[in-house]
């Protein structure tokens, strides 16, 4: 009988090494990748936790995965609960759709290898007991991404060694807590170690989800890093710290009731969104314009967990859910405009690319949108419950949310203008008629992404009775 965590361990990382053989051969690397998330992504959903199931009853005995099953590794448990199904699954359909959007926009770079590997760790991540040991896993994820977002033959990226610099900040408080929490058991009366491994972990997460002023590592991972890989550090590797943090609330439910939870976290997603919704309209680079307005969103879904109910446990997890059909759109519109201005993505380079580029233009401005929270788009679908729930006990707060948007709409717009000004001749001054660069297959892929986005949109039902599900698994917020 096999162990399904240690499956899920194994088959990412050994598919890393597969695909990086394979990656002059761009197609069958991205799709092997592509098969190996959807496959795992399946499994964790759908195979029954209580009793082993026998795949390939052809092979005989001996051939049963047990998904349930506890896995001691060098002394610590790897164990996959009920709560931890959908975050799995999260992590694994997140990077499958990037995956297959990368083998049309980023064919040839080490996302896919690199990708894998990561899901390997963020997945022992979510599995290993003591949660503590979470972190250095999260660390080592950190470091291995420095790779990925290195765009080809060039320097370690700035954002992705602020990145790894952060997260290495983030590491002794969390390590610290842990020792803390060990004193506390042995001294209960002494409420000064409560106090303390609170304002660690406060610390730490505030590195590790870019809190201001800690933020700087976002809008510069964007702005130099390989697009669709800062999306996979920013929607994956973001939502495995989100699910560690929640298992931490879960673990340690003082800390939810701690008369200060919930006016810190609020205070720490309204100055994110502040700062998102202020700086986004002043960018002049499309990439760090998508770095400002995932730091706004960031920040929105603070504010709802601050909320400190399962409402906003719900909305929280709903966030996280739509996320990624944004900020991959908007990253794969980002990658096929630079990929024709030659790497800048600065306004003034991008001048009349839309017509040259128009898919890539389509995906870019849909994702951005869907980012900001407007109609008909995956954003839409928690942003609208989010105003409706803060207005009438907060109305101040919800503004702030709704202006952050307006912000990165302003951003959007000055970007679409100059994606679509037309190009004039230098001679005559004429307009040049436009002309795509883009075939038929890229147009197709970034149709499905915008369908996809709009649907759910469109259909906000499909999501609501799985976020439901997810935020009953905690228990934190419980009266």
């Known amino acids: 009988m096999i162990a399904g965590p240690i499956l899920l361990l194994l088959i990412p990382l050994v598919m890393a090494g597969v695909t990086y053989l394979l990656l002059r051969w761009a197609s069958l690397s991205s ?7 959807l496959a795992l992504g399946f499994a964790v959903i759908t195979l029954p936790m209580d009793r082993p199931v026998s795949l390939f009853p052809f092979l005989g005995e001996g051939r049963e995965i047990a998904l349930g099953e506890t ?8 164990v996959l609960e009920q709560g931890d199904r959908m975050a799995m699954a999260f992590l694994f359909f997140t990077s499958a759709a990037i995956f297959l959007l990368a083998w049309r926009f980023a064919p040839h770079s080490l996302l896919t290898p690199i990708g894998l590997g990561l899901l390997s760790l963020l997945s022992g991540a979510l599995l290993i007991q003591p949660l503590i040991y979470a972190a250095l896993l999260i660390e080592i994820a950190a470091a291995l991404s420095i790779f990925g977002l290195q765009p080809e033959g060039q320097l370690p990226t700035r954002g992705g060694m602020r990145y790894l610099t952060f997260t290495t900040l983030a590491l002794p408080g969390l390590l610290v807590t842990h020792w803390l929490l060990d004193l506390y058991t042995l001294t209960p009366d002494n409420t000064g170690l ?37 999306t996979f550090v920013l929607t994956v590797g973001n939502g495995a710290v989100w699910f560690m943090l929640l298992d931490f609330l879960e673990t340690y439910p003082w800390l939810s009731r701690h008369p200060l939870f919930s006016s810190v976290v609020l205070i720490a997603g309204t100055s994110m969104v ?17 770095g400002y307005a995932v730091l706004a969103d960031n ?15 719900a909305l929280a997890l709903l966030s996280l859910w739509v996320r990624p059909a944004s900020l991959i759109l908007m990253a ?22 839309g017509w ?51 912000g990165v709409i302003i951003g959007l717009w000055r970007g679409l203008f100059a994606l679509l000004t037309r190009p004039r001749s230098a001679e005559d001054r004429s307009v040049t008629p436009p002309l795509s660069s883009e075939g038929w297959l890229t147009g197709a892929v970034v149709l499905v992404a915008i369908a996809i986005c709009v649907g759910i949109g469109l259909f906000p039902q499909t999501f609501a009775p799985l976020t439901i599900q997810a935020a009953e698994t905690y228990t934190f917020f419980s009266p």
């Open 31 to 37: 799709l092997l990748a592509v098969g190996t998330a």
């Open 71 to 78: 896995v001691r590794f060098f002394g610590r448990e790897l």
């Open 194 to 230: 409560l106090n303390a491994a609170t304002s660690l972990l406060v610390l730490s997460f505030a590195l590790l989800l870019g809190v201001v002023p800690f933020h700087t590592w976002v809008p510069a991972m964007a702005s130099d890093g390989v697009p669709l890989a800062s």
């Open 274 to 290: 502040i700062v998102g919704g202020l700086l986004a309209p002043a960018q002049r680079r499309l990439g760090s314009l998508m």
């Open 299 to 313: 920040g929105a879904t603070l504010i709802a967990l601050g909320m400190s109910n399962k409402l906003g446990l």
């Open 332 to 353: 794969t519109g980002l990658s096929g405009l630079r990929a024709q201005s030659g790497g800048n993505d600065s306004f003034d380079a991008l001048w009349g690319l």
């Open 356 to 406: 040259k580029a128009p898919w890539s233009a389509a995906a870019l401005i849909m994702g951005g949108v869907s980012v900001a929270g407007l109609p008909v788009s995956a954003g839409f679908v928690w942003r609208w419950a989010l105003y409706r729930t803060l207005a009438p006990f907060n109305p101040g707060t919800a503004l702030l949310v709704l202006l952050a948007s307006v």
